[in-house]
């Protein structure tokens, strides 16, 4: 028979045993009755041999080898019971465990899907992304990371054979999807690739083939590889789409093969969904194949037998000196840097989602300590019976099996519970974050199960063997003595409180700091001036393909035409055409110099560059300082003036006077003259305003402009009579990227509020717990004071200073965590200084503001008791007793 | 195991002595290869051959019996007794058998061993 089959017929097993036993008896009293003695007095005997018949019992089922299974049910058991007992206890307990597991999962879930799982391709450890980087002075640090240039990356190729293989990616291209088959005609996002990119990263196409060397040559026929998600979405998941031609741009494009569903691309210079791949070699113009000093690829490379990481970056770094020695331009960078893909990928979200987590485990912390901070005085209530059930003989060992049981069964339900709020944490959590990379395949797993089953252990742990330590201390005597008459009761135990309240505030405080930090930083984002007011403007994005418009003529006159029709919009107040418009994006920049200060071999100086119309300025409202606009004769040829911006005239005209002064540009070679300064703009919403070039968009190769409506209503509402138009002049032609100035900053925020948000939230949460838990110790203390606070009364002490008394009491694990939590945020916050905006991480304020916030809490949590306690009716508390 | 066994007709101070670990098993097992018996008789029977120098106690007997038919060294079933009332008889399993055989040998080598030592002169040893 196993024990395991002993345990289920244990109702059975019980009978039988009581039966032999009570066979033996009876056999016992009748040989005494047939030895003469009276049937009473021989059961009397009898039982006096036999002693406690239910500890034989006892024996026999510790022999049995199912006691210790048989108890920890029964242990269960009883804890389920006292657990029913106390209903508010134990929804409080359960709730405040259960949102400290939720979060702890729901945020490990994303940090595991995101940060630690590997990237969906063959070997992926082995794939590394590499950069260029410039260590000379004078370069924006915004970026340690910026891309490779066409010709470092052939060089790079060269020198690295046979330590490592590399693809070269240029995701920033969009093609013009024409209108075929009924479907509208659509901008996408696409990207240049070498042919052994898809091999390299081991990816096999879900349909048709990848590219192959033969595509991947200037004169080579149109070939395209679309995503698995473009795919279904314009194409229904068509697989006869195979060797169809598709026009991109308004010429055709053989569809060769589709990508795995699962395929994705991202590094921290493209975020971007891919809709579309085309081969390298035959869309690249061939200027820029050559080119060391227009940086438009990123590289991503395989690690090839047994080299490491530094070993491919040094050789690289030797080659780029190189080159920088025979290209000495300001525009070829000087040295290399990379880093693994996964890091690549993950970049911007690692810091943010770590502290996140942190921030989670901080409020289970501070959920266990609470909860074990309710089981100690659960125990400690019941300080005499555990001492008279001490005094009995009860082990030790088992009054800490029964509060291990109690937290088994708060964990287990709690964890249950959290596991439900964690998934649905989750599903929000990838609903408001559609801008992490690799979001579309969080989900829980195995792996994160096993988190949870062990958040779960570590939290019965925690809570249960600190409430059993506070209780097995217990001396028998000086308990029973407690509990009767000595009245500075349970002093001790809620000793053991404070520690923990101590550990619990000061938690709170590095949370409550980094809250105010990030909120700080928030808020410092949302007040950043654009340059321009953000409210009612709309923006949308035209782009003509060159097929179609091959002379600069031809764009012209179609912007000219579109921008004129959308002004006569009514209720439009102003529009205006732009290459990117302020907090939309990098845009594109040139290295300049000022003509007049000498010779064209002088350094320039990079700036950012901008087309625009002459009414942009007006509709978007940028201030014109000095000088004028362009003209709308100002076109074409004659498209040789440029606007700057302050920050600009500031740098390249430092005392003088910019208007007539003339800017070349070192790369093209082009000169254009200074008719006037605007004020400045950002480009990225924490971004600092850089020098910026406006320039005609009549004429200066522009075939992609972004239309700016302002109007004093809500602007969102043109974004139809703008389709309309643009449709009317050419029903070929997509609009893209529509959207307010206000949305899109927004969007640039959002992860700056997400973070703020829930950390804010998690602080508050710890803020109630602690508040909660000084509360729960104070009042306890006085509820075991009541006899004393009595005596006190009555022997005449003011109510007043029995208040400040108790206070007092009660504040200092509070004022003794305030300082400890201080403390440690100040080491803390330094790790989370990357995800800060203009804010100082020891920000003085918040520190202040946080240590004033948790004292008022802290004096209004303990207020309660202490002026319950100067209430107490010093006749009622003595006949307590 | 704590097992100790009761000598009658000593004073009470003197008459608990431990019992060697396994001797109480061991004298379970030899009076149950007598053939199928309950508790009650086993306890009976053990006092009698040993002239009742030996009183097993019930505390003693029945988790002993319990372990031992646990470790699959004795079986049971139940039966009427002489009394017609039903009881719990046990059985030595072949593994029981062995297990006795093995037990006892050991034990009477064991306590010549002893016996030799104790009573061997300061020379012999």
Redesign the interface.
Known sequence: MSWLRRLFTHKQLES??D???R??F???V?DKVRSGIAEGEARRLTRLE??GIE??KE??R????TLWLESIARDLRYGVRTLRRTPGFTAIAVVVMALGIGANVALFTVVRNILLKPLPYHDAGRLVSIYERDLRPGHPEWSPYLPVDAGSAKEWQQAAQGMAEMAFVSPWQQYNVSAEGGKLPERIDAAWCSWNFFPLLGVEPALGRVFSADDDRPDAAATVVLSYSFWKQRYGGDPAIIGKSIWLNSSPYAVIGVLPRQFFYSTKMWDTHIQAWTPLMREAPGSLLANYEDHEFLVTARLLNGTTFPVLIDRLRAVQKRIVAAHPKPAVHDSVAGMPMLDDVVWGYKTPLYALLAATGCVLLIACMNVAGLLIARTAARAREQAIRNALGGGRLRLIRERLAESTILSVSSGLLGLALAWIGVRWLVHARQDMPRVENIHIDGVVLSFAAGAIVLCTLFAGLIAAASSVNTRILSALHESSRTHTGGRAKAGFRRALLVAQVGVTVVLLVGAGLLLRSYERLCGVDLGVPVDNVLTMRVSLPVVQYSKPEQCVEFFEELIARVRALPGVNAAGLVSTPPGEGWGGDDVMSVVEHGSPNQQGTDMMVRGADPGYFRAIGIPLLSGRVFRGDERLQRANVAVISQAAARVFFPHENPIGKHLRDDFSGQVVEVVGVVGDTRWYPSALPQPTLYWPIYGNDYSVATIVVRSTRDAASFALPVEKIVADLNPNLPVSDVMTLRESLHSTNLSYEFNAVLVLTFAFIALVLAAAGLYGVLAYLVTQRTTEIGIRIALGAQRRRLIALILTDGLWPALLGLAVGLVASGTIVRLIASMLYDTQPLNVAIFATVAGVLMLIAVVACLVPAWRASRIDPLQALRME | MDVYVEAKGRKKTEDKFDLPQGTLDLLIMRVVSLGPI???AI?QRIQQVSREALQV???SL???L??LE?KKLLSSH?KP?E?G????FYELTAKGRAHLKIESENWTRLTDVVGLILKGTVEGL
Not at chain 1, 62 to 65: K, N, P, V
Not at chain 2, 85 to 88: G, S
């Open positions: 039988e045993l039966r032999e036993l066979f033996h009876e056999s016992q009748a036999f002693g500890q034989i024996v026999c510790e022999r049995r080898g | 309950h508790g009650y306890a106690q019930q505390g029945y988790p002993a319990h372990r646990y139940w007794s009394t009332r039903e009881a719990k």
